[in-house]
């Protein structure tokens, strides 16, 4: 199993940035692979971005191909997600998740992380 604990959310003006982390424990970082997932209040649950721990690959939505850039702690187990030039539509609980590929796909992610509140104002 793997455990995920996420933080860094929070409220940042449009224009801004944030950074989320994913703290991973459980199994042995660098055997799976991280991905991101966002959703909106009345919407469902969007891919965001994925990245490997074993290769460090990776890919990003298209909506944020040019402003989130996603990164890895080998040494701290925790995944990053940097958020730049947020705009309203990046509004959204964050997720990380952790599967055996890198996929956009959610459902073949095993294991979810809480989710933190990411909140861009106008």
């Known amino acids: 199993q793997v455990q995920l604990v996420e933080s860094g959310g929070g409220l940042v003006q449009a224009g801004g940035s944030l950074r989320l982390s994913c703290a991973a424990s459980?199994?042995?970082?660098?055997?799976?692979?991280i991905g991101w997932f966002r959703q909106a209040p009345g919407k469902e649950r969007e891919f965001v971005a994925a990245?490997?721990?074993?290769?460090?690959?990776?890919y990003y939505a298209d909506s944020v191909k040019a402003r989130f850039t996603s990164s890895e702690d080998n040494a701290k187990n925790t995944v990053y997600l940097q958020m730049n030039s947020l705009i309203f539509e990046d509004t959204a609980v964050y997720y990380c998740?952790?599967?055996?590929?890198?996929?956009?796909?959610?459902?073949?992610?095993?294991?979810w992380g809480q989710g933190t509140q990411v909140t861009v104002s106008a």
């Open positions: 998740a952790a599967g055996d590929g890198l996929v956009q796909r959610s459902y073949e992610y095993d294991y």
């Open positions: 459980g199994r042995t970082f660098g055997s799976f692979a």
């Open positions: 990245i490997s721990t074993y290769d460090g690959n990776r």
